[in-house]
């Protein structure tokens, strides 16, 4: 049974800097492309940002680059995001995903693509 458990939300101040972790388990980490996602209250979920499994090739959304990172360590089974200068739009649930990888490099950007999900994060930004 793969399960996927988020940690590092909380609260920050506009500016500050919080690091999500994701821990996966149950199967091959390094079989999954991984994602993360958010959801703010009254909206859809969209993606945040993805990696490939071997870490080889990311995407970021926009609202994401330049401050945003995803990153893994296959050794520990673990997706991160660093998230830094963040912004009260940034308030959300943060949601890591696992997608079944298909080894090529494009990480996957879209929520169909993801075969398993966190129970999510909140992260709140204060002004």
């Known amino acids: 049974q793969v399960q996927l458990v988020e940690s590092g939300g909380g609260l920050v101040q506009a500016g500050g800097s919080l690091r999500l972790s994701c821990a996966v388990s149950g199967r091959t980490f390094s079989t999954f492309d991984m994602g993360w996602f958010r959801q703010a209250p009254g909206t859809v979920r969209q993606v945040v940002a993805a990696?490939?499994?071997?870490?080889?090739?990311?995407y970021h959304a926009d609202s994401a680059k330049g401050r945003f990172t995803i990153s893994r360590d296959n050794a520990k089974n673990t997706v991160y995001l660093q998230m830094n200068s963040l912004k009260p739009e940034d308030t959300a649930v943060y949601y890591c995903a696992a997608g079944n990888s298909d080894y090529d490099s494009t990480p996957p950007s879209r929520e169909y693509q993801y075969h398993y999900w966190g129970q999510g994060t909140q992260v709140t930004v204060s002004s």
């Open positions: 990696i490939t499994w071997s870490g080889g090739n990311t």
